[in-house]
């Protein structure tokens, strides 16, 4: 966050527009460079969660997976809150570590 | 100077209007008058404009066409430039080219162009489509323009996907329509947002400047003029820095003097 950006927000003015252009071009070239369409990506979050899942207890509401670039390089990056390990037994193999405040994952698509 | 020594630099922007052919009609004049034997190739056949830009669009008897089709030599279709007779033009032939032409005619065109020539500049349609690939085909390098805004800058990204999976590098950045004031206050992407999102190296910074309208009404490219505008002095150093003199960058936002440029970047100071 810039002054300019603080003192827009305490006078309750629009932010400047070149914070916000340099967001929504991070975000849309993240979708250009993985050529993965919205629906694929979510076909992939479901499926991610759902692993994830069968391992450890995860909030789905809350978790996230989505694709960040930087460098020309994209990332998929998944933010699972875990919720509790799942028990010996429920799941396919011992289901590791306790409860992690902020756990993540994250895997590099495209070089 | 053999073909393997000349330099054949694609100029490209994915969008259309950004100054990919103002570009090239400044960079081929500024080479030209710094000494090196230049060509400038039209690739854009559906909509070619770099005749009108570079006032030889009344010289014109030959194109590429004709050259491809053996029915005249290369040195009948390449216009000379008058009052900077290091450069040359090779028209674009008619749009219907587009039904026929192949990469492979692109590069028999380029090698047969750098066979006399130290620079050859291709001045590539907008778009990725065919005419861009033919175009993308002859080039061994790129220069890639843009200006700082969304819809531009994803575009040159999407072009610079296709460079590298061609293989054609290095690609460097001109950054056109650059207004000083607005990146001051923020209202603009910043000079460090486009090199950084793009990852590539600043060859060029353009300011906004009208003169360049002026000298395109007049089929006078302002490195040809003794005029020096802020434009004109901007192509020269792409020209400069293309043949390895080492000219500095000044970032717009940061040079200007005064009260409210300096409150201006107060205001961009990171808090947290």
């Known amino acids: ?111 | 100077m053999t073909a393997q020594s000349s330099r054949f630099i694609l100029i490209c922007s994915g969008k259309g209007g950004v100054g990919k052919t103002t570009l090239t009609a400044n960079l081929g004049i500024a080479l030209a008058h710094q000494g090196a034997r230049t060509a400038v190739l039209d690739a854009d056949f559906g909509l070619r404009n770099l005749d009108l830009l570079l006032g030889l669009e009344n010289r014109i008897v030959y194109t590429a066409q004709e050259v491809l089709a053996g029915s005249c030599r290369l040195d009948q279709a390449l216009v000379k430039h008058k009052q900077e007779p290091n450069l040359a033009l090779l028209p674009a032939g008619n749009p219907r080219m587009l039904e026929w032409l192949k990469p492979d005619d692109m590069r028999k065109i380029a090698a047969m162009v750098g066979e006399q020539f130290d620079y050859v500049l291709i001045d590539a349609p907008a778009g990725v489509e065919g005419g861009f690939r033919n175009a993308m085909a002859a080039a061994t390098e790129a220069i890639v323009i843009t200006t700082p805004e969304v819809s531009a800058v994803r575009d040159a990204d999407r072009v610079i996907g296709l460079l590298n999976c061609e293989g054609v590098k290095p690609i460097q950045l001109v950054l056109n329509r650059v207004r000083p004031k607005m990146m001051a206050s923020q209202e603009m992407l910043a000079v460090d947002d486009v090199t950084d999102i793009l990852a590539l190296p600043l060859l060029g910074l353009v300011v906004e400047d009208e003169q360049v309208i002026v000298s395109t009404n007049r089929g006078e490219p302002l490195t040809l003029g003794a005029g020096d505008s802020p434009a004109a002095r901007a192509y020269s150093n792409v020209a400069r820095r293309l043949r390895g003199e080492d000219v500095p960058l000044i970032d717009p936002s940061k040079e200007r003097q005064g009260l409210r440029a300096r409150i201006g970047r107060l205001m961009q100071t990171k808090i947290f």
């Open chain 1, 1 to 111: 966050m810039t002054l300019r950006d603080l003192i827009d927000k305490l006078l309750g003015r629009q932010p400047a527009s070149a914070g916000t252009a340099r967001q929504r071009l991070r975000l849309v070239l993240a979708h250009d460079r993985s050529d993965l369409n919205p629906e694929l990506l979510e076909q992939m979050r479901r499926e991610i969660l759902e692993v994830v899942s069968r391992y450890v207890e995860i909030d789905m509401d809350e978790g996230d997976v989505s694709l960040a670039t930087e460098d020309r390089v994209t990332a998929l990056v998944a933010n699972l809150p875990i919720r509790a390990a799942r028990p010996p037994g429920n799941g396919p193999a011992g289901s590791p570590g306790d409860d992690d405040p902020e756990p993540r994952f994250s895997a590099r698509i495209s070089p």
